[in-house]
């Protein structure tokens, strides 16, 4: 039992470097460089964290109770659409198609002056859920859809890794839940202090801070093309031998 909980807690740990990977940091730094607040930042990193958890708690919950078998093109084209979303974050952030969205869905969060950069960075939310209510539907669904997708990628790998581990499937179920708690912990965490940054060079310096948002765009399209290109010609995806590792 003592061996069984601290495998649970490693989990968490596990998690929470888990939201550390170079896709999801650079996914979540496309949304976060057009967020104002620390704390709305560090609400936009859980839900992406949430996101992620529901895909790999449901994928990695059918793979173990029902030993269900993803096929290695299947496990590629999920890996693949992590670099599609990644291209499609990158362009929408430099064509303006992003604020544009922002401005039209959330139009209260839409800062096109140092003054109102200032303005937002000093208002405060009444908890999380106004922080939430502030943020709006559009700007709370973007993360747990890139989440959700980010999620796929990994769910197979997470899966095998519990069932070679632990030998009991509801145990098994037991560490998903709190790897993706621990997801949700680091990703918060993580997107919050990139916060930090972002909201000081926008008070200060904000043409600095329109670079910081191009420079995340263009590192968002190029690790995009990059996972593209490995997983479709690297890995076989569009070739007539896939071969897929979950990872």
Partial sequence: MVSFIGILFLGFFLGMRHATDADHVVAVMTIVTRQRGIAKAGVIGALWGMGHTLTIF???????????????????????????????????NLTGVMRWLQGRYAPSLTMTTPETIMAETASTGNGLEGHLRELGFYNALRPLVIGTVHGLAGSAAVAILVMTTIADPWWSIAYLLLFGLGTIAGMAAMTT????????????MFRWNQAMTVGSGVLSVAFGMFISFQIGIGGGLFT?????TPR
Avoid: D
């Avoid at 202090?193 to 200060?204: D, L, W």
């Fill in 58 to 92: 449901l994928v990695g919950a059918a793979i173990i109770l029902f030993k269900v078998s993803i096929p290695p093109r299947l496990g590629l084209s999920m890996e693949f659409a992590v670099g599609l979303m990644l291209i499609l974050l990158g362009i929408l």
């Fill in 193 to 204: 202090a990139m916060a930090f940054p972002i909201v000081y060079t926008g008070r200060k």
């Fill in 240 to 244: 007539g031998t896939p071969h897929w």
